[in-house]
């Protein structure tokens, strides 16, 4: 049985503002994996995480990406997200007046509404909350808070853990999730994406620094620089970029 | 324009005209149509004489420019002052109106029919120049509260009248103020009684119909010692290419340990893309916080209208008295608004909290004015005062004038202020939840408004809601 990869991008060309970012892209991810994309500031990490989740900001001139075997790109952002697509964003927004909860709750209600399937009450969905956080080991304390309103750089990344957790994507990217936390709060939220870790669910992680791939071990990496693939590996990857940088990189041939 | 502006610049959805055979007075004014307007409601001497004082008053002062409003110069002789529905006999019961004027009311969700009427909710329809039916009024009188047409009160209720008109707002406060008491058609008229907690939610809705004609709105509100009471306004009006005035006064008076809650849902036709027609909605409303720990509470919901020049206000008398103004104004294509309150604390103890919530889309331009006194008298008043602004789209504009004049060195004083704009990136994290492009936008204004709403009656918080086309956030989560 011949199954098509969950995620499969060719040759992506993306602009921002008829600036070229990324010239060029090809990654292949099945489900149950964990890729991780490192590269320097300014390589097109986050463009790529931002394209794939559909910011409007960014044009795509070229290449192809089939989702799950539709045309990804012919989706609007909201119908991406429906469809199990989520970005845990690099900083995330907050919106005043509107409990996290409450906010949690239309979003799952899009999603299950999108599904054909009946929206949950409040009550109801108090339940599936309480649920998910003691999965991963959280207390209830942010849920009546506004979204992301005074929230400390730590506190915005575990909200974004605790939204992928929720709403349960099949594709969960991970946009430098990392930066702003300290080792406490690295554990925290490495341990709670390890629980989440599913046969049915792929990450892709997007990182500047080897450290979160110590505690969420990916099965690839990917060096991204200049806008191009220009290595692949295992694990170990990692530990080489650590030790040598990323300038050894550029120098050499393109590798793909 | 952008994709969020489209979805704030909805198209108006109350701008038919009922299609009624009515009276209008040609358009002028002089002390004749003065007299005109006080025979056909049936006035005693004493309100004429009134009303031609303040007609004298007003030939004298001139229309005050200081607003951040820009528009053409209005001709007063080209109104008519004067527009009602043509009825036969005397109405003697609610079955009597017009079913023209039930139809209208019906379609602008104001059900004035007995079997109909909102529950829990007493209303008052003013249609043009005149009140059409009140409803609920047998069931008020039980507990002593007097729910009328203001034309009623004056012949019916005269010594409470004389006793309280132009108490709180004079004929000469301003020159809108003095031509609205020269020429004042209708409006509501409470009165609730010492000890009393009115039992519904009291209600008028002022629709506008006839063409070239101002509508002068007066409303007159005395909770008297102890008693409680709860009041909305509602408005619209048709689509039209001319401007047409509201000159609204509106005055209440609290006495001791009484509150009265006034409401307004605000939504006269705002004018089109282009700026052409639109009400002119130029407001006078004053409360006074008369007796001890008495509390007069203004939430104001602000979408129509073309030009909105109104600072509901409160004169804090009582000692521990307690004044309040939440508000929440929108401007989108060419709107303009220059709104606020005044709180004026007299007595000891006063408090006061300013909540001001403005939304500019489109072209919209968006003020907060507001004057916070502190009297020498007035030993350890506070204000608290929060004014955000929202912008939607760059081409919108938002301002903010706040007057604080402290002359008692016991007063506490808090001020914030914030803009913030609504931007693709904040549409893009709630689109990427899941969520479309409208339900993001609402949330967002919601959440930005939520302090406002929450101060409405929840029947008109929903319909506060709908206005907006934004969803309430539920009671639970």
Partial sequence: MSVAPMLEIRDLHVAINGTEILRGVDLTMDRGTVHAI????????????QVLAGHPAYEVTAGTV???????????PEERARAGVFLAFQYPVEVR???????????????????????????????????????????DSFLNRPVNEGFSGGEKKRNEILQLAVLEPRLAILDETDSGLDIDALKTVAAAVNTLRSPARAFLVVTHYQRLLDHITPDFVHVLADGRMVRSGGPELAHELEAKGYDWLRDGAVVS | MTSIEAQVLQPYKYGFETNIESEIVPPGLNEDVIRLISTKKGEPEWMLEWRLKAY???????????????????????????????RGPELTSLSDVDPKLIETFDKLGIPIEEQKRLAGVAVDAVFDSVSVATTFRAELAKSGVIFCPISEAIREHPDLVREYLGSVVPANDNFFAALNSAVFTDGSFVYVPKGVRCPLELSTYFRINARATGQFERTLIIADAGSYVSYLEGCSAPTRDENQLHAAVVELVAHDDATIKYSTIQNWYPGDAEGRGGIYNFV?????????????????????????????????????????????????????ADTGTKMIHLGRNTRSTIVSKGISAGLGQNTYRGLVKILKGADGARNYSQCDSMLIGDRCGAHTFPYIDVRNSTAIMEHEASTSKIGEDQIFYLRQRGLSAEDAVSLIVNGFCKQVFRELPMEFAVEAQRLLGISLEGSVG
Wanted: a positive charge; glycine letters at 10%.
């Fill in chain 1, 97 to 139: 007046g509107i409990t996290n909860s409450y906010f949690l709750r239309s979003a799952v209600n899009a999603i299950r509404k999108h599904k054909g399937q009946p929206e949950l009450d409040a009550l109801d969905f108090l339940e599936v909350l309480e649920e998910k956080l003691k999965a991963i080991g959280w207390d």
């Fill in chain 2, 284 to 336: 006078t409303k004053r409360g006074k916080c008369a007796g001890r720990r008495s509390k007069i509470s203004w939430t104001q919901v602000e979408t129509g209208s073309a030009i909105t020049w109104k600072y509901p206000g409160c004169i804090l008398q009582g000692d521990d008295s307690i004044g309040e103004f939440y508000s929440v104004a929108v401007t989108s294509q060419r709107q303009q």
């Fill in chain 1, 66 to 76: 089939r989702y799950e075997g539709q045309d990804l790109l012919d989706m609007a």
């Fill in chain 2, 56 to 86: 004298r008053q007003w030939v004298r002062t001139t229309e005050p420019h200081w607003a951040n409003v820009r528009y053409g110069p209005i001709d007063y002789q080209a109104i008519s002052y004067y527009a009602a529905p043509k």
């Fill in chain 1, 38 to 49: 490192m590269g320097p500031n300014g390589s097109g990490k986050s463009t790529l995480a």
